[in-house]
T-cell receptor, first 111, second 113 residues
């Protein structure tokens, strides 16, 4: 069964304390892996797409990496405005662009 | 700015009273999706349209229906809402032209009383 697991479920950081969020996946065939940010009461906001192992993408304090089994979202020197839920999703080869989402990591960054 | 718009943002309905949620997009994307998201859970795909072709997920209850009258608009109809249908409903779009990321609207929070 195709599955996406994110860890930890929740993470509390002090402002400036770097850390990483994990997304592990077990899928029949990976077309792409996506990271989204979701603020409370809002829809997910697209951050990155990764297509192949070894690929990296960066945006401000965020850096996403991909291996054959997992992806990491590294947050460098986070600020309170980075507090949100970060969702990972995979698209499978074959068929249409169905995304399988993980349950997310709730990040809280405190001043 | 090109975007995905959902109306209303908050909807309260009574148990068993039909409700319709709407989504519009200015991205001119071929594909539109409806997701259900309950608190602290992953978004769950209900169905999607590739142009006018409707695709239902196997585990989507019959109580949920959808209409896409044109490229820009898509509707979610819940025929007889139950208490378990209270959730955030998210509309998303994607282009079929090789880029697979989906763009989401702000969501409609449905409360069933």
């Amino acid at each position: 069964e195709d599955q996406v697991t994110q860890s930890p479920e929740a993470l509390r950081l002090q402002e400036g304390e770097s850390s990483s969020l994990n997304c592990s996946y077990t899928v029949s065939g990976l077309r792409g892996l996506f990271w989204y940010r979701q603020d409370p009461g809002k829809g997910p906001e697209f951050l990155f797409t990764l297509y192949s192992a070894g690929e990296e993408k960066e945006k401000e304090r965020l850096k996403a990496t991909l291996t054959k089994k997992e992806s990491f979202l590294h947050i460098t020197a986070p600020k309170p405005e980075d507090s949100a839920t970060y969702l990972c999703a995979v698209a499978l080869t074959g068929g249409y662009n169905k995304l399988i989402f993980g349950a997310g990591t709730r990040l809280a960054v405190h001043p | 700015d090109a975007m995905v718009i959902q109306n209303p943002r908050y909807q309260v309905t009574q148990f068993g009273k039909p409700v319709t949620l709407s989504c519009s997009q200015t991205l001119n994307h071929n594909v539109m999706y409806w997701y259900q998201q309950k608190s602290s859970q992953a978004p769950k795909l209900l169905f999607h349209y590739y142009d006018k072709d409707f695709n239902n997920e196997a585990d989507t209850p019959d109580n949920f229906q959808s209409r896409r009258p044109n490229t820009s608009f898509c509707f979610l109809d819940i025929r007889s809402p139950g208490l378990g249908d209270a959730a955030m409903y998210l509309c998303a779009t994607s282009s079929w032209a090789g880029a697979y990321e989906q763009y989401f609207g702000p969501g409609t929070r449905l409360t069933v009383t």
